[in-house]
């Protein structure tokens, strides 16, 4: 019943090394099946080499196991109320990969420099801020996902428009219809997050791209009369 969620879950988490988003174990991949309401994830602390698609742990959108032997990874259940309230994403992607986790770390949205960052969404791309106490000693995983639900309801973000986020003090979370696409936008954020760094070595005083340029690389490929692509 699993096999396909399972299949598509190895092979985005197989592809996070191969993109150097993550040192040892440190990021994780989760693909939905809306149907039954269920989820597919990396499991905890495993080394990639060692993973296959039997590994693959089911859980639903409470975080409770559904099928597999070992433990799902120590973020299910921000991935789980990820899916419970964004009914539309399909993948979710978690690393710690450096650049971004640099921004987190400093508690800064990645502004919008250049076309590269204006091709995937029109906005500075959002930090939330630090976990509150109260949240930090209660479930903190289950937090998360409200941490991250709670700053696009406050900015008043589309999670359908801006698939990434940085968690302030934490990592990048990324999503998508599919979990390619989740891991592939965690790709755009770090390389987006590296670029915005240097450009504000070379230049503190960068200004951010221009309104026009912003709206022209986003609906090439974006707008209803998009061109890029086949």
Known sequence: M?????EE????NMQLPQLGLVLFTFGNVSVVDRQHGVFAIKP??????????EHMVIVDFDGQIVEGDLRPSSDTKTHALLYKHWEEIGGITH?????ATAWAQAQRDIPIFGTTHADHLTKDIPCAPPMSDEMIAGNYEHETGFQIINHFTENKLDYKEVEMILVGNHAPFAW????????????????VAKMAWLTEQINPEAARLKAALVKKHYERKHGANSYYGQ
Request: net charge neutral.
């Open 9 to 12: 879950a190895y092979h985005c």
């Open 176 to 191: 998508g219809k599919t979990g390619t696409k989740s891991v592939y936008n965690s790709a755009v954020l770090e390389q």
């Open 95 to 99: 690393t710690h990969s450096t650049y």
């Open 2 to 6: 699993y096999n396909s969620i399972k």
């Open 44 to 53: 905890s602390g495993v080394p990639y080499e060692e993973l296959s698609p």
